[in-house]
T-cell receptor
Framework: EAQVTQNPRYLITVTGKKLTVTCSQNMNHEYMSWYRQDPGLGLRQIYYSMNVEVTDKGDVPEGYKVSRKEKRNFPLILESPSPNQTSLYFC?????????????FGPGTRLTVT | DQQVKQNSPSLSVQEGRISILNCDYTNSMFDYFLWYKKYPAEGPTFLISISSIKDKNEDGRFTVFLNKSAKHLSLHIVPSQPGDSAVYFCAASRKYNFNKFYFGSGTKLNVKP
């Protein structure tokens, strides 16, 4: 089954404790991206990657890091989480086809930083 | 400042009637637009898209209309079904930069049986 998986689905942590949210896709997609969803703000793009070893900032990259060492994986790293990073996070992937750029989203990771 | 806006946080419609969800954008460089549907505890799923060279795109019960001069797009669902109850996000992208996407804040649609 074609899918994007994220782990963990739920995470409660404390300020300053480094964490990683993993994202993996099995569709051989070149493009992957991370978003955060906050009430009233919709989804905001954090980072994206066009392919292995190619990453770039989205709209809200501060406080986050990413890496793309393999095509299928795109982890999101919070080196020193803060309460304002409490949010719902989505990973997505896509492969341009016939001029469309629809993205396939993972199920989300709800992060709470206390 | 949000470049894509959905000014109606919620919409309630009777089953069988038309649902119209609206989206406005401010960046005239946007030329590719998408709608996603999101159920609780799931990720968004792609619904329909439109390129700026068109003003209408249909897929079954779903039609997206684009008014470039007004920087406005709308999603029509006809007829609406209870299973359509979800949050709908519109998104936009710029020509030659299909890597960055800008989403609206979403509209929660409730279709009453």
């Amino acid at each position: 089954e074609a899918q994007v998986t994220q782990n963990p689905r739920y995470l409660i942590t404390v300020t300053g404790k480094k964490l990683t949210v993993t994202c993996s896709q099995n569709m051989n997609h070149e493009y992957m991206s991370w978003y955060r969803q906050d009430p009233g703000l919709g989804l905001r793009q954090i980072y994206y990657s066009m392919n292995v070893e190619v990453t770039d900032k989205g709209d809200v990259p501060e406080g986050y890091k990413v890496s793309r060492k393999e095509k299928r994986n795109f982890p999101l790293i919070l080196e020193s989480p803060s309460p304002n990073q409490t949010s719902l996070y989505f990973c997505a992937s896509s492969k341009p086809s016939r001029g469309t750029y629809e993205q396939y989203f993972g199920p989300g990771t709800r992060l709470t930083v206390t | 400042d949000q470049q894509v806006k959905q000014n109606s946080p919620s919409l309630s419609v009777q089953e069988g009637r038309i649902s119209i969800l609206n989206c406005d954008y401010t960046n005239s460089m946007f030329d590719y637009f998408l709608w996603y549907k999101k159920y609780p505890a799931e990720g968004p799923t792609f619904l329909i898209s439109i390129s700026s060279i068109k003003d209408k795109n249909e897929d079954g019960r779903f039609t997206v209309f684009l008014n470039k001069s007004a920087k406005h797009l709308s999603l029509h669902i006809v007829p609406s079904q209870p299973g359509d109850s979800a949050v709908y996000f519109c998104a936009a992208s710029r020509k030659y930069n299909f890597n960055k996407f800008y989403f609206g804040s979403g509209t929660k649609l409730n279709v009453k049986p």
